[in-house]
């Protein structure tokens, strides 16, 4: 289908640099840390690092401010015009979305906190953009479907979600954000946000969906993240209560 602020900027993660071996036990430590960073400050986040013995503590940056991190060691740039999302596999209608064409869907926009497993949290960040579940009602899910696996311009980034939390109605295909269309620092012109897990489910330089019969873990589950982060904590794939 065709038609129509001042950030903190670490080095980049390569995929060239050691694997990042996060079980869910550290991955639970992560999220004690980061509640504790967010709530009572470096101070405090830095000693329950140190009684946890996990040594955690340099993983967590303080501040409401965006980390920019990459897995390829770069920024994609993609022009508006010649952005294109394909959607594919387990389908009746597979189709190719213009950035054009999404913008004239049926949108929606909320305001939500950006939170890293690490620690760092952004609050009150404003989000445009077509619900996923739209895209799949227009394409049609075919019998034996139950997940979705993501596919990032940058060509090595790469998510999962089971159906049924892709069709959560904070879980959108992102081209605004912060007031403004996504920038490529901030994987635009699109992206996906999932608003009630952490920030590595919300997939940069979104260029592709499959859906597929099974999940396929993305980039950061095959490096020892859970395939399911909520931002409660939990690891299940049945969202939480309230979500």
Request: one cysteine or more; aromatic letters at 10%.
């Amino acid at each position: 289908m065709t038609s129509r602020s001042g950030e903190l900027s670490p080095p980049s993660i390569s995929s060239a640099e050691t694997t990042v071996a996060v079980g869910r036990r550290v991955f639970l430590g992560m999220v004690a840390l980061g509640a504790a960073g967010v709530a009572f400050g470096s101070g405090v986040q830095a000693k329950v690092a140190r009684s946890l013995g996990s040594g955690l503590g340099s993983l967590l940056p303080g501040g409401d401010s965006f980390q920019i991190y990459s897995v390829s060691g770069s920024f994609p740039q993609v022009a508006p015009d010649a952005y294109r999302l394909s959607v594919s596999g387990l389908v009746r209608r597979p189709a190719t979305f213009t950035l054009a064409d999404l913008q004239a869907m049926p949108s929606v926009r909320f305001v939500r906190q950006f939170q890293c497993v690490t620690g760092w949290r952004v609050p009150g960040v404003h989000w445009e953009g077509v619900r996923l579940e739209h895209l799949l009602e227009l394409v049609g899910v075919a019998s034996g479907a139950t997940s979705l696996s993501f596919e990032s311009y940058d060509g090595v980034d790469t998510e999962s979600l089971t159906l049924e939390q892709a069709r959560l109605p904070d879980v959108i295909v992102a081209y605004r954000m912060l007031g403004a269309p996504v920038t490529a620092e901030h994987g635009g012109p699109v992206r996906l946000y999932v608003a009630p897990m952490f920030g590595y489910k919300s997939l940069k330089w979104l260029s592709g969906i499959r859906v597929v019969d099974r999940v396929q873990p993305g980039y950061w589950e095959q490096n020892g993240y859970p395939v399911n982060g909520w931002l409660d904590g939990s690891t299940a794939a049945a969202p939480p209560p309230g979500s």
